[in-house]
């Protein structure tokens, strides 16, 4: 096992700090910082702002200049040898006489990877495997859609202590605190797409976009997907008014009305035929299939307690869920749980969760936890010198 030092985990924690100011920014490009460091000090930082604009590393070495020579170089990301939107950083990296490149994890890329060896052959001294867990969390989105094709699954709700999503008569606004909705918006900011069932979109008409601290963002909104197998919204919902911006996109059954259909696609909405799972139930699976074909990364699930239970115990098909919970109880036989549906007969058909984190988000408990069997990289991908057990520096994402 190799031990690093206190200076090059510094320089890496740096490097993971830059490339989280990228967040709602690159997809489909990866999160990526860097660092040139020269004689035990920082010479230059980059990061990655987006797609058709220079890597980190290309950003970092142009700042340096002919200072570059004889540096080293953290990156949280293999750096890549091929031609894209802009040229291969390992050309880059061994023109500019980098002689040594820290990098925490291969990138999954398959036009990209082969970075680290090409370095080498160019007498460019690598080493990998630097916070390799943090590097791995801060691209989890990345790194399962590169490998599955399959968007990564974030499921996010919020309940009363015993346990409501709402009251008996429907009342919901507000029971997480402002502090808890202000983070599901940085978290809105951060994905590619938002979905929710026809019953949310109906009871709560939300125009789904990204606003944190109250801010909306200016670069780029979600998709809006909304699951209406038999396409009885209503046009005047804000999901699809042109003004909120972002695209609008319906999933309905394979025999939903024709006519429906041509309306919202009058109005600017996107149609897609998915299988039904059962009865009224669109299947999440092809849903996120067709999702990943779109090259959709990540998804947020705001789910009522219907679209809950389709992906949490139905289907399963989250990799990581948020819940806010908020100090106050609702009670009343009525009064939605955080899951509906049937549920499971037996404790031992229960849905077991890891719990990653516990923390306070205002007044509520935020618990981030992952579900059995949710996507983990391949054998090898994180097997490096270092240890992988998380440090406690990862984004609460």
Not at 42 to 51: D, E, F, I, N
Not at 223 to 238: F, G, H, Q, T, Y
Not at 276 to 294: C, D, F, I, N, Q
Request: glycine share 10%.
């Amino acid at each position: 096992m190799t031990h690093w030092t206190e200076k090059e985990r510094f320089f890496m924690r740096e490097a993971l700090r830059l490339a989280r100011r990228g967040w709602g920014l690159v997809s489909p490009n990866p999160l990526v910082g860097a660092v040139l460091v020269k004689r035990g000090k920082v010479l230059a930082t980059g990061w990655h702002t987006g797609p058709g604009f220079p890597h980190a590393e290309a950003v970092a070495l142009q700042a340096a200049g002919k200072a570059a020579k004889g540096a080293e170089l953290y990156v949280t990301l293999e750096p890549c040898r091929h031609t894209g939107r802009t040229g291969p950083c390992t050309e880059a990296i061994v023109k500019a006489g980098v002689s040594k490149v820290y990098y925490s994890i291969p990138d999954p890329n398959p036009l990209a990877e082969g970075g680290a060896r090409a370095l080498e052959d160019a007498g460019v001294e690598t080493r990998r495997g630097l916070m390799a867990q943090e590097a791995y969390e801060l691209n989890q989105f990345f790194i399962k859609w590169q490998l599955t094709g399959k968007p990564f699954v974030i499921l996010k709700t919020a309940a009363s202590l015993d346990g409501k999503i709402a009251t008996h008569s429907g009342d919901s606004r507000w029971i997480s605190s402002k502090v808890a909705r202000n983070y599901g918006h940085h978290l809105r900011a951060g994905v590619d797409a938002i979905l929710i069932g026809r019953a949310t979109a109906s009871k709560d008409n939300p125009e789904l976009s990204a606003r944190p601290w109250g801010r909306r963002k200016m670069h780029r909104e979600p998709m809006r997907c909304v699951l209406d197998p038999a396409l009885k919204l209503p046009l005047e919902l804000k999901l699809f008014d042109p003004a909120f911006g972002g695209r609008t996109t319906v999933f309905c059954a394979p025999d939903a009305d024709a006519e429906a259909e041509g309306r919202l696609r009058e109005a600017g909405a996107g149609v897609i035929r998915v299988p039904l799972r059962a009865p009224g139930r669109l299947s999440l699976e092809k849903v996120l299939e067709t999702l990943g074909s779109m090259e959709i990364q990540s998804v947020l699930i705001e789910p009522g307690a219907t679209t809950a239970s389709s992906a949490l115990i139905d289907e399963s098909v989250a990799d990581l869920i948020h819940v806010f919970i908020a100090p106050m109880f609702l009670g009343g036989d009525a009064a939605p749980g955080m899951l509906g549906g049937e549920g499971v007969d037996l404790l031992a058909d229960a849905r077991t969760l890891n719990i990653l984190r516990v923390s306070r988000k205002g007044p509520d408990i935020h618990v981030i936890c992952r579900p059995a069997g949710a996507f983990e990289p391949p054998p090898g991908f994180l097997s490096f010198p270092e240890e992988t057990a998380p440090s406690g520096d990862g984004e609460e994402f």
